[in-house]
């Protein structure tokens, strides 16, 4: 039994202290999203060198606990905003498989028919909002797309979510506090979510912050905030449960701020712990941590085996899908754009 397990085991109580679920339906779909993202980008880092795999990628290996903790709670009608670093909450909010690889593969089976890749995914089926390069645009687009959903009328009584995902670099952008005024007045239910893993590129937060208040900055809008120092998935589903609950019955936006770590290099499939900014040992308390681990060692071995089997045979597929869809057609370079 998992109260067993977990009272019997110091290690997992101790990193996983208090919230897990009763219900062990949620512990084998946690740890199922938590999986499917590790093994997809995985597999990413894997094929990245041959160049089959036409744009730059912004792998969340080491983050996946925030998305899939915060996406865990919201229904199929809420929706969710990520950035260039999106194919975490990608996944964790049900986008499609095998767009996203053939978007990355630049084939016309993308979620953007091949011209976006990495950075722009988007499948509005999940309603997965576009996402983009450029630090700090998702946060109003987010925060437009709830309010557009009001004026339309959109669950009076019952507010379908915005979520909106960011890194701590997006915070420094005037179109974060701006977002965060016109959210908190028109009680926009968005919840905002800050995926802070300590850096921008290259740069800490010691050298970009006067304060590490993060939360005590937003609490000024009047928005609620909940400051959580690691991501333990099943604490961050805990916050965003009640969070959302809240918003949904209409009482406006609230913030997450969510310690985190980046495993891989900024941008591309390797490590940079020989690049100066960061050390190896820096990484190994988030390594011991590992919520894939940590989950998938909750869960009955051969309902384990099962789902990382079928994780495996869905990348599998997903895959087959990019190489075996065509190039898209030149014509198509010009559908979708605002110029002529
Ligand atoms: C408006 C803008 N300024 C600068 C950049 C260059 N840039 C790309 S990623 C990045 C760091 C952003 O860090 P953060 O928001 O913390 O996200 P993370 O990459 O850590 O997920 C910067 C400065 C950009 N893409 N857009």
């Given at each position: 039994m998992l109260s067993d397990l977990v009272s019997n085991s110091p290690f997992l109580g101790e990193v996983m202290s208090g919230n897990i679920p009763a219900d062990p339906a949620i512990i084998a779909r946690v740890y199922r999203s938590l999986r499917l993202i590790r093994r997809t980008e995985e597999e990413i880092a894997r094929i990245y060198p041959s160049d089959k795999i036409k744009s730059p990628v912004h792998l969340s290996i080491g983050q996946e606990a925030v998305a899939v903790g915060v996406c865990d709670v919201l229904g199929d009608d809420d929706v969710m905003s990520a950035t260039y670093r999106g194919h975490a909450a990608y996944l964790a909010k049900g986008g499609d498989l095998r767009q996203m690889m053939a978007e990355l593969f630049g084939k016309a089976g993308g979620g953007a028919k091949g011209k976006a890749g990495s950075m722009h995914l988007v499948d509005m089926k999940a309603n997965v909002l576009g996402m983009s390069a450029v630090v700090g645009t998702t946060i109003p687009i987010a925060a437009g797309y709830a309010f557009a959903l009001g004026r339309e009328g959109q669950g009076e009584t019952e507010r379908r979510i915005t979520a909106c995902f960011f890194g701590d670099g997006a915070t420094e952008e005037g179109v974060f506090s701006e977002t965060?005024?016109?959210?908190?007045?028109?009680?926009?239910?968005?919840?905002?979510?800050?995926?802070?893993?300590g850096?921008?590129?290259?740069?800490?937060?010691?050298?970009?912050w006067a304060t590490e208040a993060l939360c005590e900055r937003v609490a000024t809008y009047g928005i609620p905030t909940h400051s959580l120092d690691r991501d333990d998935v099943f604490t961050i589903r805990e916050t965003a449960q009640k969070a959302a609950d809240e918003i949904r019955h209409g009482g406006g936006p609230q913030f997450?701020?969510?310690k985190t770590y980046r495993w891989r290099e900024h941008v591309g499939p390797g490590e940079d712990y020989d690049d100066s900014y960061r050390n190896r040992a820096d990484l190994e308390p988030w390594q011991a941590r590992d919520q894939i681990k940590l989950t998938g060692d909750m869960l009955d071995a051969g309902e384990r085996q099962a789902i990382d089997d079928?994780?495996?045979t869905a990348i599998a597929d997903a895959i087959q899908f990019a190489e075996d869809s065509p190039w898209p057609d030149p014509e198509e370079l010009f559908n979708h754009v605002f110029a002529d």
């Open positions: 965060l005024n016109f959210a908190a007045l028109h009680k926009l239910p968005v919840l905002f979510v800050c995926e802070n893993n850096f921008a590129i290259h740069s800490p937060l010691s050298n970009r997450i701020e969510c079928e994780i495996e």
